[in-house]
């Protein structure tokens, strides 16, 4: 079967990748190769750590999501030796101050209440687990199975897989998709990547058609016109400053690769900040969440990130600076994506509105959207969760 996935972030790329295991031609259309709100991401596999207040129906998701991760990465490194950025390092909760203290123990007495394993910590024992935290934090909690993957170096493994699998990659846009006798029409119109000053590539084709496709274009849902004209989507972007630093040889103590060993979630006088350790001595301090009409890089976001990060480890004063990366994540009114068929084409199917969990919900979300492209049987597990991402569900209350 000849499939198209339109899109090129996480979601769409391990879809791609899903499909070809299965044998099916894919053709993959975006305008560029990964760049956009999967690029930002710092790829946190924390689903304890993510959990907030009313989010019950999204905590089932990630926990199934995060289970799956060890097949998929295994899968993936018998086709490819590309690394991904996969660490067992576990994740600390941190609250700076008293205030902050017992928001964080109120969240994680819930979390513990969901039966998540989230551990107290005396100030001694994450001193000398971590000793370049500042000292005068208020209390830290261990949740030991929330780890990470680097969403740029498992982006590049998975189109390796897919090349090795003979799957195409089309530079351009999606305008719209219509339904014909012989399969899925869409009309592409040539895409220059940003920041290039190239011409447009005028060769690539203006129409493309497939058996079926997969629509995972995050934001770009709402600029389709044609099929999807028929499944309205209530998407908003969630914009997003990340920072990327570099630790100096000269922080490092003895023996130790980095300033930090775990991820680190701090509450910093209210706000939330994370510092994400990579094993190349890279260091990833995120994230802002604002909902205002400026699309590029607000330079208060930046500043108050830095502030907090230093709060919380103050050798970040020491560290290079070497990206701010902003990008728009695709949120819905109730934080659940949008994964199904589209309402009047069983050949289209939806996947996106993952906003800051895509990373995460990754292995779920492509493996799911394939079984709906390719008919495969569900469990009922799989169709119930479905039913909480379906396109068409009403909005609750």
Do not use: C
């Amino acid at each position: 079967m000849h499939v198209a996935v339109v899109g090129a972030g996480i979601i769409g790329l391990l879809t791609a990748w899903q499909l070809t295991r299965q044998d099916h031609h894919v053709t993959v259309i975006a305008p560029e190769i990964g760049r956009e709100a999967s690029y930002a991401a710092a790829g946190m596999l924390a689903p304890i750590s993510e959990v907030q207040y009313g989010q019950d129906r999204l905590w089932p998701l990630m926990t199934a999501s995060r289970a799956e991760y060890p097949d998929l990465l295994a899968a993936l490194a018998e086709t490819t030796d590309a690394p991904t950025g996969y660490r067992e390092n576990g994740t600390l909760l941190v609250a700076a101050d008293r205030s902050d203290r017992d928001a964080v123990a109120e969240l994680a007495s819930v979390q513990q209440h969901h039966g998540m394993e989230v551990t107290a910590l005396t100030s001694s024992t994450w001193r000398r687990r971590e000793p370049s935290l500042a000292p005068g934090l208020a209390k830290a909690w261990d949740v030991p199975s929330d780890h990470q993957v680097d969403p740029r170096l498992l982006m590049r493994a998975t189109v390796a897989a897919l090349t090795d699998a003979g799957a195409e990659f089309l530079t351009a846009h999606v305008n719209e998709v219509t339904a014909g006798g012989d399969g899925v029409q869409l009309r592409l119109s040539p895409a220059t990547p940003a920041g290039s000053d190239a011409a447009a590539d005028h060769s690539a084709p203006e129409t493309h058609t497939a058996e079926k496709v997969l629509l995972a274009p995050g934001l770009g849902y709402s600029e389709i016109a044609g099929l999807p004209e028929s499944t309205p989507l209530d998407l908003r972007p969630v914009h997003g400053e990340v920072l990327r630093l570099r630790v100096t040889e000269t922080q490092r103590a003895t023996g130790d690769d980095h300033i930090l060993q775990a991820t680190v979630r701090a509450v910093v006088a209210g706000r939330s900040v994370y510092l994400v350790p990579r094993a190349d001595g890279g260091l990833v301090v995120g994230a802002s969440s604002r909902e205002d009409s400026l699309t590029g890089t607000r330079t208060g976001a930046v500043q108050e990130l830095l502030d907090d990060a230093v709060r919380v480890l103050p050798g970040i004063k020491e560290t290079a600076l070497e990206e701010i990366t902003t990008r728009a994540r695709p949120g819905t009114p109730d934080d659940i994506p949008y994964l199904g068929r589209l309402a009047d084409h069983d050949d289209v199917v939806v996947s996106t509105g993952y906003s800051r969990h895509g990373i995460l919900l990754a292995p779920l979300a492509a493996r799911l959207g394939a079984a709906l492209l390719t008919g495969t049987e569900l469990s009922e597990d799989d169709r119930r969760m479905l039913d909480h991402m379906s396109p068409t569900r009403r909005p609750r209350g």
